[in-house]
């Protein structure tokens, strides 16, 4: 008897640890949802669709942020995916073999670095070279798109994208180097022999075969983006601005938060903070939970 | 098509590839270089040992920073440690059921939660209920992004522990629990010893859940009640400050922060790769 | 029959270990089919039959490890002595302090080292003995497993430095120091070369003058040189019993004779 009452403790420790997980996001969700209420009742739907955002008024409105977490994470995904599956590629298919641990590692590193440091540098390094240097550049021989129109002042949204861009990398890389990797030898030599070049072979069987894995990948990282904070904090401007030119300082929901939350006095700024934080909380629930969904769900029909 | 082309073609799709490692690797030591020698020239002892001090006033230090860091990690260790590693048992060791399944999942989605929402929720939760800020708010926070970190590692150790070594202990007559305890995490301690590794280093560079739980303060605490400075909020504080000293102490932080992050996940890696027997 | 059955009995009287309408299941599909036999103190019994035909579920039932399988279930009754093993009140965790077992291939802890694998059960039963004690149990056991001479200078060292057949006899020591009053070992020496199996073949040899002994094999040589009794099972049945010399020389079945000729499984 005595031993089935410490079964049955350690048993119901590990089920309420279970549960304490569980609780925590539900948790998360309903103390978003009811500090929201005053800034829901008082807004409604408009908060979701006007374009103001103004503390001393006490009119607030998400679209600002909305906007800007929309545009530098599609900046981050159209620089960093292309990037990410190159080096996938490459350590899964090109580097020798005693290479892949080591250059994995490299390339996991960036990813170990913490976001205030990569805000450090965006803001002290990256800024200045925008200003001065792409920013003019790309104003004179694109400037005829409305994206590069306007004077680059350093921070905003494209060098909030470039920075986010290289976050999401190893996040990327390395989810689809898992990918890429457990597609079969034999499909790969079948490729080659039926006189594929190596990268015919690469396009049409590795990636045709990891495709729905590394989109995954894209979603994760693209999860990322969408909630980094500090990092964007720093460098993207922080004025609730929308504005076509991504040299433009604006905001990120994140950044917004990060910004206003402990100067917020007004109970009703503090209320539509948090309701910012609630959509950012939706936004990224279902992004991750539905790739999530669809890794699970791969792994076990294995 | 001419094969020749093709083969060019193949060449140059390669040789993107390898740009882009390159480019990735560039990133990584720019990025890292530039600590090294913005961080380099701004540190000194005074850093280690002194408070904060007004702006314009030569010296100052963040000694106080470094200590809340470890303060705050070791609060999130002492709530997360435990909840991650049974919730790991619980998902590997007794979940033939739904449960299971959700926890996981659960949990796997809460580890990509944004860090600055979970800030919000300790907020609500902890600070306005405390009526102020608290290194136990920061702690708190710094543990939720550690759970899962834990149950994850937990999670893949226990999986690769094989069950004929679960049947050998049963077969002596031991109850499940203590299998679980003396021969399953045991067998599986040295994937979660890494995965703890990386959760510390992952919770030590975390700032935005600190901003309005912990906060920051310029002067000694290790009290649970009252708010507490940290390496990143005082790193952010001093970067997006005008003063130039200020901007140099944020750097010479961020190196050590850097070293420390880094420290952890290189011990972590190395920690991995010792001789597991399966 | 009649009479050597009580000849026997004279000898060895006491049963060990009785099956009652026993059936198992791996989810819907049944494995075994209504097991009825019986097992006396202090022999060695065999079990042998083609492969899947369930005696590594049979033998796993009599441990009741078989439920531990996900979707496992079973019927029937099983007694140790005069204790239905099955009963609903009684707690699987002491029986399995009686009933040791040596699994097909050796399954020592990894994260202990030689030592404490050999105390292993009363490390994780939480059994307080003193150093000396554990000593000596240590040492007996190892002796009892024929291994004593090869570990003795390394006991403290990582068991994954003995070879295959080391390991598997310090798994019956390990298995021996909780003094349980019957060992099942399912195919023990499968995996090992000759040597390793003689050695351990002896070591069975010396054990059941104190422990009852169910070894499941498909060697059929080591049946006939080890084993008092045989038990022949075919498809989740038991087809035959009897006496090891009975059974070579002469069965009642043609299947088991089928069987034990080669002539098929
Ligand atoms: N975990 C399991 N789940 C479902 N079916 C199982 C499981 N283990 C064994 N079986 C099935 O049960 C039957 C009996 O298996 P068992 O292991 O008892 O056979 P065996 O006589 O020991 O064979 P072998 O001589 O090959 O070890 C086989 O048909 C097998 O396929
Ligand atoms: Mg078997």
Redesign the pocket.
């Known amino acids: 008897m005595r031993k089935n009452i410490g079964e049955r403790i350690f048993k119901n420790l590990t089920l309420l640890s279970s549960l304490i997980i569980i609780l925590v996001m539900g948790a998360i969700f309903y103390e978003l949802l009811i500090a929201s209420i005053p800034s829901i009742k008082r807004f409604g739907w408009r908060f979701l669709i006007e374009t103001i955002w103004d503390p001393v008024i006490e009119h607030f409105s998400a679209l600002p942020s909305i906007y800007g977490t929309i545009i530098t994470s599609i900046i981050a995904l159209i620089l960093g995916f292309p990037i990410s599956i190159g080096i996938a590629i490459f350590i899964s298919e090109i580097c020798p073999y005693y290479l892949k641990q080591p250059l994995s590692f490299i390339i996991e590193l960036l990813g170990a670095i913490p976001s205030i440091i990569y805000g450090m540098w965006g803001l002290f390094t990256l800024a200045p070279i925008i200003q001065i240097k792409i920013g003019p550049f790309l104003n004179k021989y694109l400037g005829f798109l409305p994206f590069f129109q306007g004077y680059p002042m350093g921070v905003g949204f494209l060098t909030a994208g470039i920075v986010l861009a290289i976050m999401i990398i190893p996040t990327i890389s390395s989810i689809s180097r898992e990918i890429i990797s457990a597609v079969p030898k034999e499909q790969r030599e079948g490729a080659l022999a039926l006189g594929m070049t190596q990268w015919e072979m690469i396009w049409k069987v590795v990636l045709g075969n990891a495709k729905s894995g590394i989109f995954a990948g894209g979603i994760l990282g693209l999860g990322r983006a969408l909630g980094e904070t500090m990092a964007v904090t720093m460098v993207i401007g922080n004025s609730p601005k929308i504005s076509l030119s991504l040299f433009s300082p604006g905001y990120t929901i994140s950044s917004t938060i990060a910004n206003e939350f402990t100067e917020a006095v007004g109970k009703l700024h503090l209320s539509s903070l948090i309701e910012l934080a609630l959509i950012l909380f939706f936004i990224t629930f279902f992004t991750i939970a539905l790739t999530r969904y669809f890794i699970i769900k791969r792994i076990e029909k294995r | 098509m001419n094969y020749r082309i093709r083969k060019i073609y193949s060449e140059i799709m390669l040789g993107l590839c390898v740009f882009s490692f390159i480019l990735g690797v560039f990133f990584l030591f720019w990025i890292l270089g530039d600590l090294f020698i913005k961080g380099l020239s701004s540190l000194n002892l005074s850093l280690f040992i002194e408070l904060p001090k007004p702006p314009g006033i030569p010296g100052g230090g963040v000694a106080n920073a470094i200590v809340g860091t470890l303060l705050l990690s070791i609060i999130a260790g002492i709530i997360g440690i435990p909840i991650g590693i049974l919730a790991g048992v619980y998902i590997v060791e007794y979940g033939n059921n739904r449960l299971a399944w959700w926890t996981r999942f659960i949990s796997e989605v809460l580890s990509g939660i944004p860090t600055i929402i979970i800030g919000v929720f300790v907020y609500i939760l902890i600070v306005i209920s405390m009526k102020r800020f608290s290194a136990l708010a920061g702690g708190v926070a710094l543990s939720i992004i550690m759970i899962p970190i834990i149950t994850k590692a937990t999670e893949e150790s226990l999986k690769m522990v094989p069950n004929s070594v679960r049947e050998a202990s049963y077969a002596l007559g031991a109850p499940k629990w203590r299998t679980i305890i003396k021969v399953v995490l045991p067998s599986g301690s040295s994937g979660i010893v890494t995965g703890i590794m990386s959760a510390f280093a992952r919770i030590m560079g975390e700032t935005a859940p600190l901003l309005f739980t912990s906060l920051n303060s310029s002067f000694w605490s290790l009290r649970l009640d009252q708010p507490i400075a940290s390496l990143t909020v005082t790193i952010y504080n001093y970067a997006t400050s005008p003063y130039k000293e200020w901007q140099n102490i944020a750097w010479a932080s961020s190196f050590i922060l850097a070293m420390i992050v880094l420290l952890l996940n290189i011990l972590a890696k190395y920690y991995a790769r010792r001789k597991t027997h399966f | 029959m009649q009479e050597e059955k009580h000849i026997f009995k004279e000898e060895k009287n006491l049963e060990k270990l009785r099956t009652e309408n026993l059936n198992a299941w791996f989810s819907s599909l049944q494995i075994l089919k209504n097991i009825n036999i019986s097992i006396k103190k202090n022999t060695l019994t065999a079990i042998i039959g083609p492969?899947?035909c369930g005696?590594?579920?049979l033998?796993r039932c009599f441990n009741r490890l078989h439920e531990l399988t996900p979707g496992a279930r079973i019927e029937g009754k099983v007694f140790l002595e005069d204790l239905n093993i099955y009963d609903n009140n009684l707690d699987p965790v002491l029986i399995r302090r009686r009933i040791g077992m040596v699994f097909?291939r050796p399954n020592l802890f990894y994260n202990m080292n030689i030592y404490e694998n050999v105390i292993s059960g009363y490390i994780l039963n939480k059994r307080k003995i003193s150093k000396e004690e554990l000593d000596n149990i240590v040492e007996k056991s190892l002796r009892l497993a024929g291994i004593w001479d090869e570990v003795k200078d390394r006991l403290k060292n990582h068991p994954s430095e003995l070879s295959g057949g080391q390991q598997q006899r310090v798994c019956i020591a390990r298995a021996l120091a909780v003094e349980p009053e019957v060992l099942l070992m399912?195919?023990p020496t499968s995996a090992l070369d000759p040597i390793s199996t003689y050695k351990i073949e002896d070591t069975i040899k010396t054990l059941k003058d104190h422990v009852t002994i169910i070894i499941?094999t498909h060697n059929m040589q080591q049946a006939a040189r080890i084993s008092d009794e045989i038990i022949f099972m075919y498809m989740g049945e038991v087809i035959e019993v009897g006496r090891t010399s009975e059974i070579f020389t002469n069965p009642k079945k043609k299947l088991t004779e089928d069987y034990i000729t080669g002539r098929f499984g």
């Open positions: 492969s899947g005696k590594t579920t033998l097909q399912d195919e499941v």
